[in-house]
């Protein structure tokens, strides 16, 4: 945990107190004495970065906030995602949190498998808490949205151009076989959009049609096909790196 994180309800006057792993983390791998500043943020809020240690035992800490800075800003880019495995949807989580996207998608494809959409990593009151880790790693207080949409075609159709400029629509997919070693279509430097990424068996051919003429640009990482939670990370990561100086 990079950023000691609570809920709005727990906050009492600038005053904290945690229980449990929280509190544990602040007393075993903090070592945090009273006295010592830590950061801390509340969900949803300000980030908190000399929070003071009032009280901190292995099953009590006693925050007192201090001077509050502002959010984060949100990564520039958002994340269309067709569902993937549970077990993938749950390790993509708090990643996903971790790089700072406003929005995400899950939406449907053809080869999104049916009894996906009964996973409980799907339930608000599961995933949010797997949000909120990531957010506690990199430091951040704020949740993405979360949009689920059981139809792509709208979404690609009728929502997104209204919400991503031309240019800014972006679907990510392997280069066609045999192209070994195409130049990888790099996206486009910086600036808000939203970038789709297919699921396990990749996006139909009539998804990508739909995608470009819905004005969504195609774009690789390269001839390596790589599972959809490292094209997640890479695409994000690769998307939301500050402009060069
Ligand atoms: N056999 C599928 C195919 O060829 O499309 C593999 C799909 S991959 C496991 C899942 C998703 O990750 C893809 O639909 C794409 O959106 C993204 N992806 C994986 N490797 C990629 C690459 N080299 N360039 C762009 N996107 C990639």
Same mark, same amino acid.
């Given at each position: 945990?990079?950023?000691?994180?609570?809920?709005?309800?727990?906050?009492?006057?600038?005053?904290?107190?945690?229980?449990?792993?929280?509190?544990?983390?602040?007393?075993?791998?903090?070592?945090?004495?009273?006295?010592? *500043?830590?950061?801390?943020?509340?969900?949803?809020?300000?980030?908190?970065?000399?929070?003071?240690?009032?009280?901190?035992?292995?099953?009590?800490?006693?925050?007192?906030?201090?001077?509050?800075?502002?959010?984060?800003?949100?990564?520039?880019?958002?994340?269309?995602?067709?569902?993937?495995?549970?077990?993938?949807?749950?390790?993509?989580?708090?990643?996903?949190?971790?790089?700072?996207?406003?929005?995400?998608?899950?939406?449907?494809?053809?080869?999104?498998?049916?009894?996906?959409?009964?996973?409980?990593?799907?339930?608000?009151?599961?995933?949010?808490?797997?949000?909120?880790?990531?957010?506690?790693?990199?430091?951040?207080?704020?949740?993405?949205?979360?949009?689920?949409?059981?139809?792509?075609?709208?979404?690609?159709?009728?929502?997104?151009?209204?919400?991503? *400029?031309?240019?800014?629509?972006?679907?990510?997919?392997?280069?066609?076989?045999? *192209?070994?070693?195409?130049?990888?279509?790099?996206?486009?430097?910086?600036?808000?959009?939203?970038?789709?990424?297919?699921?396990?068996?990749?996006?139909?051919?009539?998804?990508?049609?739909?995608?470009?003429?819905?004005?969504?640009?195609?774009?690789?990482?390269?001839?390596?096909?790589?599972?959809?939670?490292?094209?997640?990370?890479?695409?994000?990561?690769?998307?939301?790196?500050?402009?060069?100086?």
């Amino acid at each position: 945990m990079n950023r000691i994180l609570f809920e709005p309800s727990e906050n009492r006057g600038g005053e904290v107190r945690l229980a449990g792993p929280r509190a544990h983390h602040v007393w075993a791998v903090l070592q945090a004495q009273p006295g010592d *500043a830590i950061r801390a943020g509340e969900v949803g809020g300000d980030r908190y970065d000399g929070a003071r240690v009032v009280v901190s035992t292995p099953s009590e800490c006693i925050l007192r906030l201090g001077e509050a800075s502002p959010p984060l800003l949100r990564a520039a880019w958002d994340l269309l995602l067709a569902l993937p495995r549970p077990k993938c949807l749950r390790r993509l989580w708090p990643q996903i949190a971790a790089l700072g996207p406003e929005r995400v998608y899950l939406t449907a494809a053809e080869k999104v498998e049916k009894d996906y959409w009964g996973s409980t990593f799907l339930r608000p009151e599961v995933y949010r808490s797997l949000l909120v880790d990531g957010l506690a790693q990199s430091g951040d207080t704020i949740l993405p949205e979360v949009e689920v949409h059981r139809r792509l075609k709208p979404l690609v159709e009728d929502v997104l151009p209204r919400r991503y *400029a031309e240019g800014r629509r972006l679907v990510a997919h392997p280069p066609r076989a045999g *192209a070994r070693n195409a130049a990888p279509d790099k996206p486009p430097a910086y600036g808000a959009g939203i970038v789709a990424v297919g699921p396990e068996g990749g996006w139909s051919d009539y998804e990508l049609r739909m995608f470009e003429a819905a004005g969504f640009r195609r774009v690789s990482l390269g001839p390596r096909v790589l599972r959809t939670d490292t094209a997640v990370v890479a695409l994000l990561s690769l998307l939301t790196l500050p402009p060069p100086r």
